[in-house]
């Protein structure tokens, strides 16, 4: 088994998702690490709000949707105004974060917000926390699909820290539209 951040990569991969936009960082190491096995092109931005916007050209530029690394705290404040933009013109964007564990958030730690799945859903469709592996797939493929199935508009997915560098099953083989 893979950790989870590799298996996530993956799954993007297999869904036809061939380029990432973000920032590595201490909190999300573990989405880069299978970026390259899983045959993904990087592009690296200044700033979140770089990678956003290109994020949203992207997807406007070829029909699929834009995929964003960001780390928690700063990472996902820094991508709203992007993010707000998208859901605005309709720009399929799918924001994958970190978030503190919750033992972890308790305790001060660097990065830490109070509501980060709330501030994202301000300006996206939906802003959900994968606990777990099977959730990430489940919430990869709500959002992909319902790209495809429903007026397009920015997704926020966050996993915890701790859960992404944990080992993970396969992903789910890609639904059929």
């Given at each position: 088994?893979r950790?989870?951040?590799?298996?996530l990569?993956?799954?993007?991969?297999d869904?036809?998702?061939d380029?990432?936009f973000g920032?590595?960082g201490?909190?999300?190491?573990?989405?880069?690490?299978?970026?390259e096995?899983?045959?993904?092109?990087h592009?690296?931005?200044r700033?979140?709000?770089?990678?956003?916007?290109?994020?949203?050209?992207?997807a406007?530029?070829?029909?699929?949707?834009?995929?964003?690394?960001?780390?928690?705290?700063p990472g996902?404040?820094n991508?709203?105004?992007?993010m707000?933009?998208a859901?605005?013109?309709?720009?399929?964007m799918?924001?994958?974060?970190t978030?503190?564990d919750?033992t972890?958030?308790?305790?001060?730690?660097?990065?830490?917000?109070?509501?980060?799945?709330g501030a994202a859903?301000?300006?996206?469709d939906?802003?959900?926390?994968?606990?777990?592996?099977?959730?990430?797939?489940?919430?990869v493929d709500?959002?992909?699909?319902?790209?495809?199935?429903?007026?397009?508009r920015?997704?926020h997915?966050?996993?915890?820290?701790?859960?992404?560098?944990?080992?993970?099953?396969?992903?789910?083989?890609?639904q059929?539209?």
């Amino acid at each position: 088994m893979r950790p989870l951040g590799v298996e996530l990569a993956a799954m993007l991969a297999d869904r036809g998702v061939d380029t990432v936009f973000g920032i590595p960082g201490v909190h999300n190491i573990e989405l880069y690490r299978g970026i390259e096995q899983a045959g993904l092109r990087h592009v690296l931005p200044r700033h979140e709000q770089g990678a956003g916007f290109m994020a949203d050209g992207y997807a406007r530029a070829t029909g699929k949707p834009g995929v964003c690394f960001v780390i928690s705290g700063p990472g996902l404040t820094n991508i709203r105004t992007p993010m707000g933009q998208a859901y605005s013109d309709s720009v399929p964007m799918l924001v994958i974060s970190t978030c503190l564990d919750e033992t972890a958030a308790r305790r001060g730690q660097l990065h830490q917000m109070r509501d980060q799945e709330g501030a994202a859903r301000t300006v996206c469709d939906w802003s959900e926390t994968a606990r777990t592996p099977e959730a990430a797939f489940a919430l990869v493929d709500r959002a992909l699909v319902g790209f495809a199935l429903a007026r397009p508009r920015p997704c926020h997915l966050q996993v915890p820290i701790g859960v992404l560098g944990e080992p993970a099953p396969e992903p789910p083989a890609a639904q059929k539209i």
